[in-house]
């Protein structure tokens, strides 16, 4: 079969590629749209450094055959800081050093980004949860889980 | 190296499509890293995204689950809050947001703990096929190349009746080392119902019926679920593998038997 063109809102832009069966949304994110802050690790789900928000959810894209979730809206750490400033994640995780190598970052603060959609005020427990399923190899996820949480707090304070 | 990505409107067509090979996906968590590995080649998939199999219908106790409806959809449906533990016992969020029923239904141990609680529940799978739909059971279970899952029927247990407990490594993202769920009703004093099924012993889930006999009849107390407890080793021969040996499958087994009945952490 032919390749296709799949159309995606990414950061509220809409993007028309051509997609070769099976080609990851990944893949299209990356190599088609260039937006390179979704980082292909295992290409297994294993590792979460691909979280991307996929109509809102957080999910491993490496896992999503592009063709699949034609139209849907998708939302990368591109799209996260609005008009180049950083978000109370961003900014939580940069004041935190909860960054090393950052090659997880991406996908924990997409996964945080979820979670805090969701659930502005988290627990301790419910952050870990979140993001069970983000490898780090740097940091030892104590910063990360402290960020997220102080994200939680900033949000709440800049709302209030 | 795929040439086609098939997107049926319907399981009938889903099925259609399967006559020509290639590999069902419901959420892709299985299926698609041996896509990307490359490992095992495969010419199509056909995709269960747009085969309308997700709706969740709970009408009083009878639950319905289309076979594409997501962990995370199950986990979020008031109806079934029942199910949360076992929702939040596999995989982590991201994963749950794409892994299907119908996958873990057919994925085998020791993963597929939504399995082993449906067990429990006695519920009926609904398979189509050449031949038409037909119904069984998760222990029973088997599912053809051509063959689609459609929906789990299931009836959503009294409150109070219903308990669940997976060990594992590590908190969450884990398989199973051993996962217990169990459906154990009393009225007068003694146990009138109890179904136990066991997880990461066996490729397929599989009932305790030794641990089910000792209950039955009995008052619902410690030392009958203890009894149960060491009754559940009866016939089973654990799996060995990367998370946890055999041999240490078997001597945990009778502790998370005995812990999720009584509610023990």
Redesign the interface.
């Known amino acids: 079969m032919p390749s296709r063109i799949v159309t995606l809102t990414v950061n509220d832009a809409d993007h028309e590629l051509i997609a070769t069966p099976g080609l990851t949304l990944l893949a299209a994110l990356r190599d088609a749209l260039g937006l390179t802050a979704a980082k292909r690790g295992c290409a297994q789900g294993t590792c979460g450094s691909c979280v991307v928000l996929l109509d809102e959810r957080a999910v491993p894209a490496c896992l999503v055959p592009v063709e699949t979730v034609d139209g849907a809206a998708v939302r990368t750490l591109e799209g996260v800081a609005a008009g180049g400033e950083l978000d109370e994640v961003q900014s939580a995780f940069l004041d935190g050093f909860a960054t090393q190598c950052g090659f997880c970052t991406s996908g924990m603060i997409m996964a945080a980004e979820a979670l805090l959609a969701d659930n502005p005020s988290p627990s301790r427990q419910d952050v870990v949860e979140a993001i069970s399923g983000n490898v780090c190899r740097c940091t030892g996820y104590e910063p990360i889980v402290a960020a997220v949480l102080d994200a939680a707090r900033r949000r709440a304070g800049r709302t209030a | 190296m ?4 098939h ?1 049926p409107g319907s399981a009938a067509e889903a099925a259609d499509l399967l006559r020509n090979g290639g590999w069902l ?1 419901g ?3 299985v299926v ?2 041996r ?3 490359g490992a095992v080649p495969v010419d ?2 056909v ?1 269960l ?2 085969a309308g199999l997700d709706d969740i219908t709970v009408d009083g106790r009878r639950a319905s689950i289309g076979a594409a409806a997501t962990l ?1 959809d199950v986990g979020e449906h008031d109806a079934l809050a029942f199910l949360l533990p076992v929702i ?1 016992s596999i ?5 749950r ?2 892994a299907t029923v119908g996958g873990n239904l057919v994925v085998g141990q020791p993963y597929g703990d939504l399995a082993v609680a449906l067990l429990a529940l006695d519920a009926r799978v609904e398979v189509l096929g050449a031949d038409g739909v037909r119904e069984v059971g998760v222990a029973e279970l088997t599912v053809g190349g051509a063959e689609v899952l459609t929906a789990v029927h299931l009836d959503v247990p009294d409150s109070g009746t219903w308990f669940y407990r997976k060990a594992m490594r590590r ?3 884990s398989a199973a080392i051993v996962t217990v769920a169990a459906v154990v009703a009393v009225g007068d004093g003694v146990v009138r119902q109890a179904r136990i099924a066991l997880g990461g012993l066996a490729p397929r889930p599989v009932r305790a019926p030794a641990a089910e006999r000792v209950l039955l009849g009995q008052p619902f107390d410690r030392p009958t679920v203890e009894a149960a407890a060491s009754a559940a080793r009866q016939g089973v021969t654990p799996l060995d593998d990367a998370y946890a040996s055999a041999w240490y499958r078997d001597r945990v087994l009778p502790v998370h038997v005995r812990r999720a009945l009584l509610g023990e952490d």
């Open positions: 795929l040439s086609h990505v997107l996906v959420g892709g968590t698609m890293p896509v990307n590995t199509s998939l995709s995204r747009r995370a939040r995989a982590s969020p991201p994963v947001n794409l908190r969450h993202n």
